[in-house]
């Protein structure tokens, strides 16, 4: 992410990089150290296990591609001051409410984990493993999505570009296609989760999908 946004604005005087990088690092950091004491299985699946779907390799790969560009846009409109220039700046107040709602995507994420010790980065169903309808995925199917397309969405404008923010909101339809994909092979695989989405109708967004 530094080397992202430093090398594309060619400086480090980029106050909304470095705040950005601060709220992930903390979240990071923070959630690391609480589940490698709490949680250290979760850990495992979450950094040590590989996506083998290959449609989930596809999706996941135009999804880095999508948040690597988003960032150095980002910082190259820095640079050039493009959003300065063609369209306006963006205000330092929706700035600061934009990380407010990545440290809130952050807190959802966290949330998710602890709700769900299965909580994988790969798409797969366990032995004995339960449908949890608690916490947040009482509100939607796939919360830990939810999270990301708040993240998504709001990153280019704490980073005060509104140039790099059409090529962030892309994730949030290869996020469904994740969804889709994913619902496929729980409602075949899991015991119970089709009975779930009976009970809870929205996938990724309250009253809308």
Same mark, same amino acid.
Request: aromatic letters at 12%; hydrophobic letters at 55%.
């Given at each position: 992410?530094?080397?992202?946004?430093?090398?594309?604005?060619?400086?480090?005087?980029?106050? &909304?990089?470095?705040?950005? *990088? @601060? $709220?992930?690092?903390t979240?990071?950091?923070?959630?690391?150290?609480?589940?490698?004491?709490?949680?250290?299985a979760?850990?495992?699946?979450?950094?040590?296990?590989?996506?083998?779907?290959i @449609? &989930?390799?596809?999706?996941?790969?135009?999804?880095?591609?999508?948040?690597g560009?988003?960032?150095? *846009?980002?910082?190259?409109?820095?640079?050039?001051?493009?959003?300065?220039t063609?369209?306006?700046?963006?205000?330092?107040?929706?700035?600061?409410?934009? *990380?407010?709602?990545?440290?809130?995507?952050?807190?959802?994420?966290?949330?998710?984990?602890?709700?769900?010790?299965?909580a994988?980065?790969?798409?797969? $169903?366990?032995?004995? &493993?339960?449908?949890?309808?608690?916490?947040?995925?009482g509100?939607?199917?796939?919360?830990?999505?939810?999270?990301?397309?708040?993240?998504?969405?709001?990153?280019?404008?704490?980073?005060?570009?509104?140039?790099?923010?059409?090529?962030?909101?892309?994730?949030?339809?290869?996020?469904?296609?994740?969804?889709?994909?994913?619902?496929?092979m729980?409602?075949?695989?899991?015991?119970?989760? $089709?009975?779930?989405?009976?009970?809870t109708?929205?996938?990724?967004?309250?009253?809308?999908?």
């Open positions: 992410m530094a080397a992202a946004l430093f090398g594309s604005a060619g400086s480090v005087r980029f106050w &909304q990089a470095w705040t950005f *990088l @601060a $709220v992930n690092l979240a990071a950091i923070c959630a690391c150290a609480y589940f490698h004491r709490r949680n250290p979760l850990l495992e699946r979450r950094l040590l296990k590989k996506e083998t779907l @449609a &989930q390799k596809f999706i996941m790969l135009i999804w880095r591609l999508l948040a560009s988003s960032l150095v *846009l980002a910082g190259y409109d820095h640079r050039i001051q493009w959003s300065r063609v369209l306006k700046p963006v205000p330092v107040g929706l700035e600061l409410l934009s *990380l407010l709602f990545i440290a809130g995507g952050h807190v959802l994420f966290f949330r998710v984990l602890k709700a769900n010790s299965f994988a980065s790969v798409i797969q $169903v366990e032995a004995s &493993q339960p449908v949890v309808t608690s916490g947040p995925y509100l939607v199917r796939h919360p830990m999505y939810l999270g990301f397309a708040i993240m998504t969405v709001f990153t280019p404008l704490a980073l005060g570009s509104f140039i790099a923010l059409p090529v962030s909101m892309l994730i949030v339809p290869i996020l469904a296609l994740r969804v889709l994909n994913e619902e496929k729980l409602r075949r695989d899991l015991p119970g989760y $089709v009975e779930y989405c009976r009970h109708r929205w996938r990724l967004i309250p009253r809308v999908w």
